[in-house]
T-cell receptor, first 110, second 115 residues
Framework: GQNIDQPTEMTATEGAIVQINCTYQ??????LFWYQQHAGEAPTFLSY????GLEEKGRFSSFLSRSKGYSYLLLKELQMKDSASYLC???????????FGTGTRLQVFP | GAGVSQSPSNKVTEKGKDVELRCDPI?????LYWYRQSLGQGLEFLIY????????KSGLPSDRFSAERTGGSVSTLTIQRTQQEDSAVYLC?????????????FGSGTQLSVL
């Protein structure tokens, strides 16, 4: 079967660094996405990893280890506006759709 | 259009009624996806279109759910004889082409409440 696990909720302080983990078990692998979703809004694309390693994009970085079935999203210099749900999604091998985890709700406090 | 547009944004209906949810993808996007998001759950895949064809309907929960796409553009998701468990946010997304590395552009969703 296909399974994606990520923590349900996390909290952090403004200005801090937070790491959101995602582990997956899928039939085949064609890349892993992270999306951000503010309450009541549409998910928006953050990152895509298909090769092992770290991809950095401003305050956000995403890491992938295919051998471990593991990814993380790293958010630096947290701002209040980063309070949102972060969705991990995997493109499997023989599927034409993304499989999403349940999302991690991040709350940033002053 | 500039983005993916969904209507209505909110729909309240009585159990047993039929509902139609509409999605206008980004102009030129050939692939269109429907997902469902229930409270505390991840996005659940329902159906996807490539052009007007639906190669993958595997996520439709029951035969009460159907979808069509016309002119390679607008899509309608129809739920017949709605049940309370159908209450959720229905999200539509489109991509320029169907490929594993294509990022999804989502609409803001239709919040469906079945009383």
């Amino acid at each position: 079967g296909q399974n994606i696990d990520q923590p349900t909720e996390m909290t952090a302080t403004e200005g801090a660094i937070v790491q959101i983990n995602c582990t997956y078990q899928t039939s085949g692998f064609n890349g892993l996405f992270w999306y951000q979703q503010h309450a009541g809004e549409a998910p928006t694309f953050l990152s895509y990893n298909v090769l092992d390693g770290l991809e950095e994009k401003g305050r956000f970085s995403s890491f992938l280890s295919r051998s471990k079935g593991y990814s993380y999203l790293l958010l630096k210099e947290l701002q209040m506006k980063d309070s949102a749900s972060y969705l991990c999604a995997v493109a499997g091998g023989n599927t034409d759709k993304l499989i999403f985890g349940t999302g991690t709700r991040l709350q940033v406090f002053p | 259009g500039a983005g993916v547009s969904q209507s209505p944004s909110n729909k309240v209906t009585e159990k047993g009624k039929d509902v139609e949810l509409r999605c206008d993808p980004i102009s030129g996007h050939t692939a269109l996806y429907w997902y469902r998001q229930s409270l505390g759950q991840g996005l659940e895949f329902l159906i996807y279109f490539q052009g007007n064809s639906a190669p993958d309907k595997s996520g439709l929960p029951s035969d009460r759910f159907s979808a069509e796409r016309t002119g390679g553009s607008v899509s309608t998701l129809t739920i017949q004889r709605t049940q309370q468990e159908d209450s959720a946010v229905y999200l539509c997304a489109s991509t320029l082409r169907q490929a594993p590395n294509e990022k999804l552009f989502f609409g803001s969703g239709t919040q469906l409440s079945v009383l």
